[in-house]
Protein backbone atom coordinates (compact mmCIF):
# COMPACT_ATOMS: atom_id res chain seq x y z
CA UNK A 1 0.00 0.00 0.00
CA UNK A 2 1.26 3.37 -0.85
CA UNK A 3 1.84 5.92 2.16
CA UNK A 4 -1.08 7.81 3.29
CA UNK A 5 1.39 11.11 2.63
CA UNK A 6 1.23 10.57 -0.86
CA UNK A 7 -2.87 11.49 -0.19
CA UNK A 8 -1.38 14.73 0.12
CA UNK A 9 1.52 15.29 -1.62
CA UNK A 10 0.39 13.64 -4.65
CA UNK A 11 -3.39 13.87 -5.84
CA UNK A 12 -3.89 15.59 -9.02
CA UNK A 13 -7.69 16.51 -10.34
CA UNK A 14 -9.03 14.25 -13.19
CA UNK A 15 -12.25 16.25 -13.74
CA UNK A 16 -13.65 19.60 -12.53
CA UNK A 17 -17.23 20.22 -12.80
CA UNK A 18 -19.07 23.16 -11.74
CA UNK A 19 -20.73 22.62 -8.85
CA UNK A 20 -21.87 25.60 -7.19
CA UNK A 21 -25.71 25.47 -7.27
CA UNK A 22 -28.53 28.16 -8.27
CA UNK A 23 -30.15 27.88 -4.62
CA UNK A 24 -28.68 26.51 -1.43
CA UNK A 25 -30.02 23.10 0.25
CA UNK A 26 -27.85 21.44 2.64
CA UNK A 27 -28.93 17.35 2.87
CA UNK A 28 -32.11 16.50 5.07
CA UNK A 29 -31.78 15.17 8.53
CA UNK A 30 -31.83 11.85 8.96
CA UNK A 31 -33.10 12.24 12.89
CA UNK A 32 -36.31 10.39 11.62
CA UNK A 33 -34.48 7.15 10.19
CA UNK A 34 -35.15 3.81 11.71
CA UNK A 35 -33.18 0.57 10.69
CA UNK A 36 -35.65 -2.22 9.66
CA UNK A 37 -35.08 -5.81 10.88
CA UNK A 38 -33.49 -6.54 7.44
CA UNK A 39 -31.00 -3.86 7.90
CA UNK A 40 -30.48 -4.91 11.62
CA UNK A 41 -29.79 -8.63 9.84
CA UNK A 42 -27.73 -7.22 7.31
CA UNK A 43 -25.74 -5.57 9.96
CA UNK A 44 -25.12 -8.09 11.83
CA UNK A 45 -23.14 -10.20 9.56
CA UNK A 46 -21.28 -6.96 8.43
CA UNK A 47 -20.06 -6.23 12.04
CA UNK A 48 -19.03 -9.95 12.82
CA UNK A 49 -17.51 -10.17 9.62
CA UNK A 50 -15.34 -7.22 9.25
CA UNK A 51 -14.44 -8.08 13.38
CA UNK A 52 -12.97 -10.78 12.41
CA UNK A 53 -10.29 -9.41 9.96
CA UNK A 54 -8.83 -7.99 13.02
CA UNK A 55 -8.90 -10.57 15.28
CA UNK A 56 -8.09 -13.46 13.00
CA UNK A 57 -5.36 -11.24 11.37
CA UNK A 58 -3.25 -9.76 13.89
CA UNK A 59 -0.51 -11.12 15.28
CA UNK A 60 -1.40 -12.42 18.43
CA UNK A 61 1.86 -12.43 19.96
CA UNK A 62 2.38 -8.58 19.76
CA UNK A 63 -1.08 -7.05 18.43
CA UNK A 64 -0.04 -5.80 15.00
CA UNK A 65 -2.50 -5.81 12.82
CA UNK A 66 -1.39 -6.14 8.96
CA UNK A 67 -1.87 -3.46 6.66
CA UNK A 68 -4.10 -5.82 4.00
CA UNK A 69 -5.24 -8.96 3.64
CA UNK A 70 -4.89 -11.83 2.46
CA UNK A 71 -2.02 -10.07 0.66
CA UNK A 72 1.21 -10.58 2.55
CA UNK A 73 1.84 -7.73 4.29
CA UNK A 74 3.29 -5.40 6.57
CA UNK A 75 2.18 -3.95 9.63
CA UNK A 76 -0.07 -0.81 9.90
CA UNK A 77 0.02 1.56 13.40
CA UNK A 78 -3.40 3.22 12.16
CA UNK A 79 -5.06 -0.75 11.73
CA UNK A 80 -3.45 -1.39 15.29
CA UNK A 81 -5.57 1.55 16.62
CA UNK A 82 -8.40 0.34 14.94
CA UNK A 83 -8.25 -2.74 15.63
CA UNK A 84 -7.89 -1.81 19.34
CA UNK A 85 -11.18 -0.42 19.32
CA UNK A 86 -12.45 -2.88 17.39
CA UNK A 87 -11.99 -5.74 20.11
CA UNK A 88 -14.18 -3.32 22.77
CA UNK A 89 -16.66 -3.66 19.86
CA UNK A 90 -16.33 -7.47 19.98
CA UNK A 91 -16.83 -7.77 23.62
CA UNK A 92 -20.28 -5.90 23.13
CA UNK A 93 -21.43 -7.87 20.23
CA UNK A 94 -20.42 -11.10 21.85
CA UNK A 95 -17.82 -12.15 19.70
CA UNK A 96 -14.70 -12.80 22.25
CA UNK A 97 -15.17 -12.21 26.08
CA UNK A 98 -13.67 -8.95 28.31
CA UNK A 99 -10.87 -11.66 28.78
CA UNK A 100 -9.98 -12.58 26.06
CA UNK A 101 -10.18 -8.62 24.42
CA UNK A 102 -8.27 -7.55 27.43
CA UNK A 103 -5.39 -10.37 26.93
CA UNK A 104 -5.08 -9.16 23.46
CA UNK A 105 -5.22 -5.51 24.38
CA UNK A 106 -2.00 -5.91 26.98
CA UNK A 107 0.41 -7.71 24.40
CA UNK A 108 -0.18 -4.97 22.26
CA UNK A 109 0.08 -2.16 24.03
CA UNK A 110 3.24 -4.07 26.15
CA UNK A 111 5.01 -4.17 22.79
CA UNK A 112 4.61 -0.41 21.93
CA UNK A 113 5.14 0.92 25.18
CA UNK A 114 8.74 -1.63 25.21
CA UNK A 115 9.54 -1.53 21.60
CA UNK A 116 13.02 0.56 20.68
CA UNK A 117 12.79 4.38 20.27
CA UNK A 118 15.54 6.11 18.72
CA UNK A 119 16.76 8.20 16.18
CA UNK A 120 18.40 5.29 14.42
CA UNK A 121 17.21 4.31 10.53
CA UNK A 122 17.14 0.60 11.36
CA UNK A 123 16.66 -1.89 14.29
CA UNK A 124 13.61 0.56 15.98
CA UNK A 125 10.10 0.92 16.48
CA UNK A 126 9.43 4.82 16.29
CA UNK A 127 11.11 8.11 18.26
CA UNK A 128 9.60 10.73 20.34
CA UNK A 129 7.15 8.59 21.31
CA UNK A 130 5.87 8.42 18.14
CA UNK A 131 5.80 5.37 15.14
CA UNK A 132 6.90 4.72 12.37
CA UNK A 133 3.79 4.42 9.46
CA UNK A 134 4.66 0.60 8.57
CA UNK A 135 6.14 -2.15 10.82
CA UNK A 136 7.26 -5.60 9.99
CA UNK A 137 4.56 -7.73 11.28
CA UNK A 138 7.10 -9.97 13.15
CA UNK A 139 10.04 -8.11 14.54
CA UNK A 140 7.71 -4.66 14.42
CA UNK A 141 10.77 -2.56 13.46
CA UNK A 142 10.57 0.07 10.66
CA UNK A 143 9.67 -1.28 7.32
CA UNK A 144 12.06 -0.33 4.89
CA UNK A 145 12.46 3.71 4.74
CA UNK A 146 8.78 4.88 5.82
CA UNK A 147 8.21 7.77 7.71
CA UNK A 148 7.75 8.32 11.78
CA UNK A 149 3.75 9.35 10.98
CA UNK A 150 2.47 12.04 13.25
CA UNK A 151 -1.51 11.01 11.73
CA UNK A 152 -0.91 7.23 11.53
CA UNK A 153 0.73 7.81 15.21
CA UNK A 154 -2.87 9.45 16.07
CA UNK A 155 -5.06 6.81 15.03
CA UNK A 156 -2.80 4.26 17.14
CA UNK A 157 -3.66 6.25 20.10
CA UNK A 158 -6.97 6.69 19.23
CA UNK A 159 -7.65 3.11 19.74
CA UNK A 160 -4.87 2.88 22.63
CA UNK A 161 -7.25 5.50 24.62
CA UNK A 162 -10.38 4.08 23.79
CA UNK A 163 -8.79 0.95 26.18
CA UNK A 164 -8.16 3.06 28.42
CA UNK A 165 -11.39 3.54 29.18
CA UNK A 166 -12.94 0.70 28.86
CA UNK A 167 -11.17 -1.62 30.74
CA UNK A 168 -11.97 0.26 34.27
CA UNK A 169 -11.76 -2.63 36.52
CA UNK A 170 -9.51 -3.11 39.20
CA UNK A 171 -7.86 -6.56 38.41
CA UNK A 172 -4.30 -6.63 37.20
CA UNK A 173 -4.61 -7.15 33.64
CA UNK A 174 -7.21 -3.75 33.27
CA UNK A 175 -4.61 -1.59 35.25
CA UNK A 176 -1.86 -2.26 33.58
CA UNK A 177 -3.54 -1.40 30.07
CA UNK A 178 -4.70 1.46 32.03
CA UNK A 179 -1.11 2.34 32.77
CA UNK A 180 0.23 1.69 29.81
CA UNK A 181 -2.04 3.54 27.87
CA UNK A 182 -1.10 6.72 29.78
CA UNK A 183 2.65 5.64 29.49
CA UNK A 184 2.52 5.58 25.61
CA UNK A 185 0.61 8.57 25.02
CA UNK A 186 2.51 10.90 27.54
CA UNK A 187 5.83 10.95 26.02
CA UNK A 188 4.71 11.71 22.36
CA UNK A 189 6.28 14.86 21.66
CA UNK A 190 4.10 16.81 19.45
CA UNK A 191 5.71 20.18 20.37
CA UNK A 192 9.11 18.68 18.81
CA UNK A 193 6.95 18.08 15.59
CA UNK A 194 6.32 21.85 15.18
CA UNK A 195 10.15 22.54 15.02
CA UNK A 196 9.68 21.17 11.01
CA UNK A 197 10.73 24.61 8.72
CA UNK A 198 7.92 23.87 6.37
CA UNK A 199 6.27 25.92 3.74
CA UNK A 200 3.26 26.79 6.06
CA UNK A 201 3.57 29.94 8.44
CA UNK A 202 2.39 29.17 12.25
CA UNK A 203 2.22 26.33 14.52
CA UNK A 204 1.30 23.24 12.75
CA UNK A 205 2.48 19.86 13.32
CA UNK A 206 4.76 17.96 10.43
CA UNK A 207 3.28 14.90 8.72
CA UNK A 208 6.03 13.03 9.21
CA UNK A 209 9.87 12.98 10.12
CA UNK A 210 12.81 10.36 8.50
CA UNK A 211 16.18 9.81 9.91
CA UNK A 212 17.56 10.20 7.21
CA UNK A 213 16.39 13.73 5.88
CA UNK A 214 14.58 15.12 8.66
CA UNK A 215 10.84 16.70 8.37
CA UNK A 216 8.71 16.17 5.87
CA UNK A 217 8.00 20.03 4.42
CA UNK A 218 4.41 19.45 4.55
CA UNK A 219 2.44 20.50 7.36
CA UNK A 220 -1.13 19.58 8.95
CA UNK A 221 -3.08 22.10 7.39
CA UNK A 222 -6.27 22.24 5.85
CA UNK A 223 -9.13 20.30 6.65
CA UNK A 224 -8.54 16.25 7.08
CA UNK A 225 -8.22 13.51 9.49
CA UNK A 226 -5.68 15.45 10.97
CA UNK A 227 -8.82 17.20 13.28
CA UNK A 228 -7.69 14.12 15.88
CA UNK A 229 -4.63 14.52 15.88
CA UNK A 230 -4.64 18.48 17.17
CA UNK A 231 -7.16 16.95 19.78
CA UNK A 232 -4.51 14.49 21.37
CA UNK A 233 -1.79 17.32 20.68
CA UNK A 234 -3.41 19.62 22.87
CA UNK A 235 -4.79 17.29 25.00
CA UNK A 236 -1.11 15.94 26.38
CA UNK A 237 -0.46 15.99 29.54
CA UNK A 238 3.24 16.35 28.88
CA UNK A 239 4.00 17.69 25.44
CA UNK A 240 0.80 19.56 24.67
CA UNK A 241 1.06 22.43 21.50
CA UNK A 242 -0.35 25.79 22.94
CA UNK A 243 -3.68 26.62 21.64
CA UNK A 244 -3.01 28.71 18.66
CA UNK A 245 -2.64 25.90 16.39
CA UNK A 246 -6.29 25.09 16.77
CA UNK A 247 -7.17 28.84 15.15
CA UNK A 248 -4.76 28.33 12.58
CA UNK A 249 -5.99 25.04 11.34
CA UNK A 250 -9.69 26.26 10.78
CA UNK A 251 -8.22 29.47 9.32
CA UNK A 252 -6.82 27.10 6.64
CA UNK A 253 -10.28 25.45 6.15
CA UNK A 254 -11.93 25.83 2.57
CA UNK A 255 -15.48 26.54 3.26
CA UNK A 256 -17.37 26.07 -0.37
CA UNK A 257 -20.35 24.90 -2.04
CA UNK A 258 -20.36 21.60 -3.68
CA UNK A 259 -23.32 19.91 -5.57
CA UNK A 260 -25.54 21.68 -3.48
CA UNK A 261 -23.67 21.09 0.10
CA UNK A 262 -21.83 23.89 1.90
CA UNK A 263 -19.41 22.87 4.23
CA UNK A 264 -15.72 22.29 4.90
CA UNK A 265 -14.56 20.28 1.64
CA UNK A 266 -11.75 17.43 1.78
CA UNK A 267 -12.23 15.32 -1.51
CA UNK A 268 -11.68 11.56 -0.20
CA UNK A 269 -14.41 10.94 2.71
CA UNK A 270 -11.90 9.34 4.64
CA UNK A 271 -10.77 12.75 5.94
CA UNK A 272 -14.33 13.69 7.15
CA UNK A 273 -14.91 10.34 8.85
CA UNK A 274 -11.12 9.19 10.83
CA UNK A 275 -11.97 11.72 13.98
CA UNK A 276 -15.26 10.75 14.16
CA UNK A 277 -15.08 7.12 15.07
CA UNK A 278 -13.71 8.26 18.42
CA UNK A 279 -14.66 11.71 18.74
CA UNK A 280 -19.01 12.49 18.89
CA UNK A 281 -18.86 15.91 17.56
CA UNK A 282 -22.60 16.21 17.45
CA UNK A 283 -23.63 19.30 19.63
CA UNK A 284 -20.34 20.61 20.91
CA UNK A 285 -18.47 23.20 18.67
CA UNK A 286 -15.77 25.22 17.84
CA UNK A 287 -15.53 29.08 17.52
CA UNK A 288 -15.18 28.42 13.67
CA UNK A 289 -18.10 26.50 13.39
CA UNK A 290 -19.89 28.19 15.97
CA UNK A 291 -19.89 31.31 13.51
CA UNK A 292 -20.88 29.08 10.32
CA UNK A 293 -24.39 27.72 12.31
CA UNK A 294 -23.16 24.02 12.41
CA UNK A 295 -21.10 20.97 13.83
CA UNK A 296 -18.65 18.81 12.39
CA UNK A 297 -20.96 15.88 12.46
CA UNK A 298 -23.41 17.78 10.22
CA UNK A 299 -19.94 18.95 8.39
CA UNK A 300 -19.48 15.01 7.42
CA UNK A 301 -23.20 14.48 6.54
CA UNK A 302 -23.14 17.20 4.18
CA UNK A 303 -19.75 15.93 2.51
CA UNK A 304 -21.30 12.31 2.65
CA UNK A 305 -24.39 14.02 0.79
CA UNK A 306 -21.82 15.81 -1.99
CA UNK A 307 -20.02 12.56 -2.75
CA UNK A 308 -22.92 10.82 -3.31
CA UNK A 309 -24.68 13.27 -5.49
CA UNK A 310 -21.49 13.75 -7.20
CA UNK A 311 -21.24 9.90 -8.50
CA UNK A 312 -24.80 10.34 -9.38
CA UNK A 313 -24.43 12.75 -11.67
CA UNK A 314 -21.46 10.68 -12.94
CA UNK A 315 -19.82 13.28 -15.36
CA UNK A 316 -16.88 10.99 -15.90
CA UNK A 317 -19.80 8.28 -17.44
CA UNK A 318 -18.25 5.34 -14.87
CA UNK A 319 -19.99 2.19 -15.53
CA UNK A 320 -22.52 1.32 -12.38
CA UNK A 321 -22.19 4.46 -10.89
CA UNK A 322 -25.60 5.50 -9.41
CA UNK A 323 -27.95 6.33 -6.11
CA UNK A 324 -26.70 2.94 -4.08
CA UNK A 325 -23.68 2.53 -5.95
CA UNK A 326 -21.62 5.45 -4.68
CA UNK A 327 -18.60 6.33 -2.75
CA UNK A 328 -14.71 7.91 -3.54
CA UNK A 329 -11.97 7.99 -1.08
CA UNK A 330 -8.50 6.81 -0.88
CA UNK A 331 -8.57 2.91 -1.54
CA UNK A 332 -6.94 0.16 -3.90
CA UNK A 333 -7.05 0.29 -7.30
CA UNK A 334 -6.78 -1.38 -10.67
CA UNK A 335 -3.62 -0.34 -12.61
CA UNK A 336 -1.54 2.87 -12.91
CA UNK A 337 -2.23 2.98 -16.79
CA UNK A 338 -3.84 4.92 -19.07
CA UNK A 339 -6.39 2.90 -21.48
CA UNK A 340 -8.34 4.37 -23.84
CA UNK A 341 -8.01 7.66 -23.43
CA UNK A 342 -9.36 7.08 -19.71
CA UNK A 343 -6.43 7.29 -16.81
CA UNK A 344 -6.50 4.49 -13.73
CA UNK A 345 -4.69 4.52 -10.61
CA UNK A 346 -3.60 1.41 -7.96
CA UNK A 347 -3.81 2.78 -4.66
CA UNK A 348 -5.36 6.62 -4.51
CA UNK A 349 -7.25 8.98 -2.51
CA UNK A 350 -9.98 9.68 -4.89
CA UNK A 351 -12.47 11.78 -4.05
CA UNK A 352 -14.83 14.72 -5.06
CA UNK A 353 -14.97 18.41 -3.49
CA UNK A 354 -14.58 21.81 -4.77
CA UNK A 355 -10.69 21.32 -3.61
CA UNK A 356 -10.27 19.09 -7.01
CA UNK A 357 -11.73 15.93 -8.27
CA UNK A 358 -9.59 12.06 -8.71
CA UNK A 359 -12.04 10.14 -10.04
CA UNK A 360 -11.20 6.66 -12.30
CA UNK A 361 -14.35 4.81 -11.54
CA UNK A 362 -13.13 2.68 -8.67
CA UNK A 363 -15.71 2.90 -5.77
CA UNK A 364 -14.76 2.02 -2.23
CA UNK A 365 -17.61 0.40 0.14
CA UNK A 366 -15.62 1.88 3.37
CA UNK A 367 -16.73 5.29 1.60
CA UNK A 368 -20.33 4.71 2.35
CA UNK A 369 -19.72 2.06 5.27
CA UNK A 370 -17.31 5.12 7.20
CA UNK A 371 -20.54 7.17 6.81
CA UNK A 372 -23.04 5.37 8.17
CA UNK A 373 -23.72 7.44 11.14
CA UNK A 374 -23.87 10.38 9.32
CA UNK A 375 -25.97 9.46 7.28
CA UNK A 376 -27.56 5.73 7.54
CA UNK A 377 -30.57 7.27 5.15
CA UNK A 378 -28.45 6.56 2.04
CA UNK A 379 -25.06 5.05 3.01
CA UNK A 380 -26.84 0.92 4.45
CA UNK A 381 -28.72 1.07 1.40
CA UNK A 382 -25.76 1.68 -0.88
CA UNK A 383 -23.76 -1.34 1.35
CA UNK A 384 -26.48 -3.73 0.89
CA UNK A 385 -27.10 -2.97 -2.93
CA UNK A 386 -23.41 -3.45 -3.23
CA UNK A 387 -23.35 -6.88 -1.49
CA UNK A 388 -26.51 -7.78 -3.46
CA UNK A 389 -24.99 -7.09 -6.84
CA UNK A 390 -21.54 -8.21 -6.80
CA UNK A 391 -21.70 -10.90 -4.02
CA UNK A 392 -19.10 -13.25 -3.60
CA UNK A 393 -16.48 -10.73 -5.74
CA UNK A 394 -17.10 -7.87 -3.62
CA UNK A 395 -17.80 -9.87 -0.29
CA UNK A 396 -16.05 -12.84 1.40
CA UNK A 397 -15.19 -13.26 4.84
CA UNK A 398 -14.01 -10.46 6.43
CA UNK A 399 -16.94 -8.89 4.70
CA UNK A 400 -16.15 -6.52 1.96
CA UNK A 401 -13.31 -6.03 -0.12
CA UNK A 402 -11.57 -2.49 -0.24
CA UNK A 403 -12.99 -1.59 -3.83
CA UNK A 404 -14.02 -2.33 -7.38
CA UNK A 405 -14.36 -0.82 -10.48
CA UNK A 406 -17.15 -2.17 -13.14
CA UNK A 407 -15.18 -0.18 -15.98
CA UNK A 408 -11.98 -1.50 -15.99
CA UNK A 409 -12.31 -4.78 -18.25
CA UNK A 410 -8.58 -5.28 -18.92
CA UNK A 411 -7.91 -8.72 -17.26
CA UNK A 412 -4.36 -8.77 -19.47
CA UNK A 413 -3.43 -5.60 -18.10
CA UNK A 414 -3.36 -6.33 -14.34
CA UNK A 415 -3.50 -10.24 -13.26
CA UNK A 416 -4.58 -9.23 -9.66
CA UNK A 417 -8.77 -8.84 -9.34
CA UNK A 418 -9.44 -8.09 -12.92
CA UNK A 419 -12.13 -9.69 -14.85
CA UNK A 420 -14.17 -9.07 -18.35
CA UNK A 421 -16.99 -7.95 -16.07
CA UNK A 422 -14.45 -5.19 -14.24
CA UNK A 423 -11.71 -4.98 -11.56
CA UNK A 424 -12.73 -6.56 -8.14
CA UNK A 425 -9.81 -6.12 -5.35
CA UNK A 426 -8.49 -9.53 -3.73
CA UNK A 427 -7.73 -7.72 -0.38
CA UNK A 428 -9.21 -6.11 2.78
CA UNK A 429 -7.36 -3.03 4.27
CA UNK A 430 -7.26 -2.65 7.86
CA UNK A 431 -7.71 1.24 7.83
CA UNK A 432 -10.69 0.76 5.27
CA UNK A 433 -12.30 -2.23 7.42
CA UNK A 434 -11.86 -0.31 10.96
CA UNK A 435 -14.52 2.78 9.93
CA UNK A 436 -16.63 0.11 8.40
CA UNK A 437 -16.96 -1.64 11.89
CA UNK A 438 -16.69 1.55 14.30
CA UNK A 439 -19.30 3.99 12.79
CA UNK A 440 -21.70 1.21 12.03
CA UNK A 441 -21.60 0.80 15.91
CA UNK A 442 -21.76 3.85 16.72
CA UNK A 443 -24.72 3.99 14.37
CA UNK A 444 -26.74 1.80 16.48
CA UNK A 445 -25.61 2.13 19.56
CA UNK A 446 -23.07 5.56 20.42
CA UNK A 447 -20.94 2.77 22.01
CA UNK A 448 -17.35 3.89 21.22
CA UNK A 449 -18.68 8.20 20.98
CA UNK A 450 -20.18 7.74 24.82
CA UNK A 451 -16.69 5.58 25.52
CA UNK A 452 -14.53 8.66 24.53
CA UNK A 453 -16.70 11.47 26.33
CA UNK A 454 -15.49 9.37 29.41
CA UNK A 455 -11.67 9.76 28.04
CA UNK A 456 -9.96 12.84 30.55
CA UNK A 457 -7.15 13.70 27.55
CA UNK A 458 -9.73 13.51 25.24
CA UNK A 459 -12.05 15.76 26.95
CA UNK A 460 -9.13 18.11 27.63
CA UNK A 461 -7.70 18.32 23.79
CA UNK A 462 -11.31 19.60 22.95
CA UNK A 463 -11.71 22.17 25.28
CA UNK A 464 -8.55 23.57 24.68
CA UNK A 465 -9.29 23.65 21.36
CA UNK A 466 -12.25 25.97 22.11
CA UNK A 467 -15.22 23.34 22.32
CA UNK A 468 -18.28 24.19 24.32
CA UNK A 469 -21.97 22.52 24.31
CA UNK A 470 -23.38 19.57 24.22
CA UNK A 471 -21.58 16.36 25.82
CA UNK A 472 -19.30 19.07 26.68
CA UNK A 473 -21.47 20.80 29.19
CA UNK A 474 -22.50 17.85 31.05
Known amino acids: MKQLLAIFLTCTSLTIVCCQPKTLSVAPASTTFKLSGSDNTFLDSLQRDTFRYFWETTNPENGLVPDRAPSNSFASIAAVGFGLTSYLVGVERGYVTRAQAADRTLKTLRFFANAPQSDKATGVTGYKGFFYHFLDMKT ?33 VETEIRQLAD ?26 WHPESGFIKSDWTGYNEGMLLYVLALGSPTHAVG ?3 WAAWTKSYPWATFY ?11 GHQYSHVWIDFRGIKDEYMRGKGIDYFENSRRATYANRAYCVANPGRWQDYGPTIWGLTACDGPADTLVNGKQFFSYRARGAASTQIVDDGTIAPTAAGGSMAFAP ?11 TKYRAKLYGEYGFRD ?72
Open 183 to 208: QIYGRVDWVWFQNNNGPASGPFVSMG
Open 140 to 172: GERFKQVELSTIDTALLLGGILSAQSYFDQTNA
Open 243 to 245: TDV
Open 377 to 387: EICVPALRAMK
Open 260 to 270: DQTHVNFDPLF
Open 403 to 474: AFNPTYRYPARVANGSTQNGWFDVDYLGIDQGPILLMAENMRSEFVWKLMQKNPHIKRGLVKAGFTGGWLAQ
